[in-house]
């Protein structure tokens, strides 16, 4: 007992700043060794010797972007997949996300005779899901549209090479969509066209549930006003996309996903009535096709005076105006309008440099 006593009497007091100091050791100490453990904090093993599998940081660090910890090569053969079609996947579920609340809200509206949401529904149910859509598939760009990812090859240097294969993407994720919507609303689509083997075309029946899917034009319209119904609705959609994302201007920056919601909602509000606004070959061929399969029949091809392959073509023809128009008289950034004689001087450079933009990996 008299030696514990000496033995504690002999060691000097600890000060407070020494033990703040011991502390701080500790855990630099600490640190050191689990950094050693795991030199990447977001690349963690659950079972020694096991291969890493996350591709970021936590869900609720959101300081983090998630592009600064996807593996360049991951360890799991669907990881890589996912790596390499990533841009594919975002636009597939962005127009997925689309087209559930677009059509949902015309099946909602149509099936319930008007009792749960009139026209304006439609528009609002539109413009939510492109707002969503969009930010649902930031990852590639957001285009969700065949026509806006040609007018972005053509004034934004977007790969040609994407092209076709964000077409088939958007085009695909419309028809998956469109199902999932027919599967929840079958039951509804039976009552209301008069029984489970019936499908109806609008023009071929008062209890069309077509309609719900593409669209179709109104009975007086001519093949010229279809087309230029379409053609100036994706016209205004395109300028307005060029306008809010120019920062030269002002730009919607952070809030363009709102932005492109109103934009939907007032081209439906404004211009919609006659052919339904389709402005995009993938919402509207990718839903036609599936409700062909799923037993509507031919007139899904002829209605409307063959009127399916306007929705196809116009949006085209009317989103390149569209960032003409804007390029030509607005823009000042890179854009080929803003190139010796407006872009003309292009047509005799025939050369890969000029035209094929498949170096350029970014919009």
Request: proline share 6%; charged share 15%; hydrophobic share 40%.
């Amino acid at each position: 007992m008299a030696f514990e006593k000496a033995s504690l009497s002999s060691t000097p007091p600890t000060t407070h700043n020494e033990r703040i100091h011991d502390e701080h050791e500790h855990q630099h100490q600490h640190q050191h060794q689990h950094q050693h453990q795991h030199p990447d904090p977001y690349r963690r093993t659950t079972v020694p010797g096991q291969p890493a599998y996350a591709e970021h940081g936590p869900l609720v660090d959101h300081k983090i972007p998630q592009a600064d910890f996807v593996q360049s090569e991951p360890d799991l053969l669907w990881s890589r997949v996912r790596h390499f079609c990533r841009e594919p996947f975002s636009e597939f579920f962005g127009v997925f996300i689309l087209i559930l609340f677009g059509d949902g809200v015309v099946a909602q509206v149509v099936l319930s005779g008007g009792l749960k949401g009139d026209y304006q529904s439609i528009s609002w149910g539109w413009g939510l899901g492109v707002m969503l859509g969009v930010y649902s598939s930031g990852i590639s760009g957001a285009h969700l549209n065949p026509a806006v990812t040609f007018a972005n090859c053509v004034y934004r240097k977007f790969p040609w090479r994407k092209f076709p294969i964000y077409m088939v993407a958007q085009t695909l994720g419309a028809m998956c969509a469109s199902g999932v919507v027919y599967a929840n609303y079958k039951s509804a689509i039976d009552v209301f066209e008069g029984g489970p083997n019936i499908r109806t075309v609008p023009g071929y029946s008062g209890t069309a549930t077509a309609g719900i899917f593409c669209t179709y034009p109104a009975d007086f319209m001519t093949k010229t006003g279809q087309f230029f119904s379409e053609f100036i609705a994706s016209c205004i959609l395109m300028f307005l996309i060029y306008a809010l994302k120019d920062d030269g201007n002002l730009g919607a920056g952070n809030l363009t996903p709102l932005g492109l919601f109103f934009v939907i909602f007032g081209i439906g509000a404004c211009f919609g009535w006659e052919t339904g606004y389709a402005i995009n070959f993938a919402r509207d061929f990718g839903p036609r096709l599936m409700s062909y399969m799923l037993g509507y029949g031919p007139h899904v091809w002829t209605a409307g005076d063959y009127y399916f392959w306007v929705p196809m073509v116009a949006p085209f023809f009317g989103c390149t105006f569209g960032g003409w128009l804007y390029d030509m008289f607005l823009f000042t950034g890179e854009s080929p309008i803003n190139t010796e004689c407006v872009g003309l001087a292009r047509l005799l450079k025939w050369n890969k440099k000029t035209w094929s933009n498949t170096h350029n990996s970014e919009v």
